[in-house]
């Protein structure tokens, strides 16, 4: 590659990332308005664990705004992760043979659809299963409150690391229909990659092991359909 294709491919690169980064500043400009009304819906599945007299606190001054505003921003980064994709396998699509051309277009659809499940996986399901048992097990002298704060951080974490690792199968695809691994070598090494994949739940998710069986075991069957639908060259 010369040095004036390189320079090309770099600023498209970057045009198409500020192009990203002005879909997120747009998104986070329009919600504003709502950031109460989304912590008010980020929180819920939270509040339906509490049991009477429970409530959330804000330990910090700076809280009561800053929390919700953190929300608004990573709220944002979510919805233009879409974009992001497009972006990212259109910037990636040129590069391509003619025949791959004819993935981009489903890769990009599975993608956001994956990632969205990831998401809605870990909100819907994972968050409301930790809460009412966590909350549960506390003794009947302990009331739990929970800091806003560090409740924000806590499903953040849960919820963008099950975006990325609903991923699972476009990556597995990727690699063998690419020939960087043969299909039979990711089916032989099947028990180190499980391992590797409770690793990554562990170093991904809040330090309980529910989040980590959560995030893990998901990841290891969106392996298996990801060996099944992929095909090497």
Request: aromatic share 18%; hydrophobic share 60%.
């Amino acid at each position: 590659m010369s040095k004036d294709s390189l320079i090309s491919h770099l600023l498209e690169l970057r045009s198409r990332l500020l192009r990203v980064i002005l879909f997120i500043f747009v998104t986070i400009v329009i919600g504003a308005p709502f950031a109460s009304d989304l912590f008010s819906f980020f929180a819920s599945p939270l509040l339906a664990s509490f049991p009477e007299n429970s409530s959330m606190i804000a330990t910090q001054v700076t809280s009561p705004f800053m929390a919700p505003f953190k929300l608004l921003i990573f709220s944002a980064f979510l919805i233009s992760m879409p974009y992001f994709f497009y972006e990212l396998w259109s910037f990636i699509a040129p590069g391509l043979f003619e025949n791959e051309k004819s993935f981009v277009g489903p890769l990009i659809f599975s993608t956001v659809i994956l990632f969205t499940m990831g998401v809605a996986f870990a909100y819907f399901v994972v968050c409301p299963i930790i809460f009412k048992f966590f909350i549960g097990i506390a003794p009947e002298s302990v009331i739990v409150m929970t800091d806003i704060t560090q409740y924000i951080g806590f499903v953040m974490k849960l919820v963008f690391a099950f975006g990325i690792a609903f991923e699972m199968p476009i990556a597995t695809f990727l690699l063998v229909s690419s020939g960087v691994v043969k299909k039979s070598t990711l089916a032989t090494s099947r028990p180190y990659l499980i391992l590797l994949f409770f690793v990554i739940g562990m170093l991904l998710t809040p330090p309980d092991i529910f989040s980590q069986l959560f995030l893990a075991i998901p990841m290891w069957l969106l392996f298996e359909i990801g060996l099944l639908i992929s095909k090497e060259r």
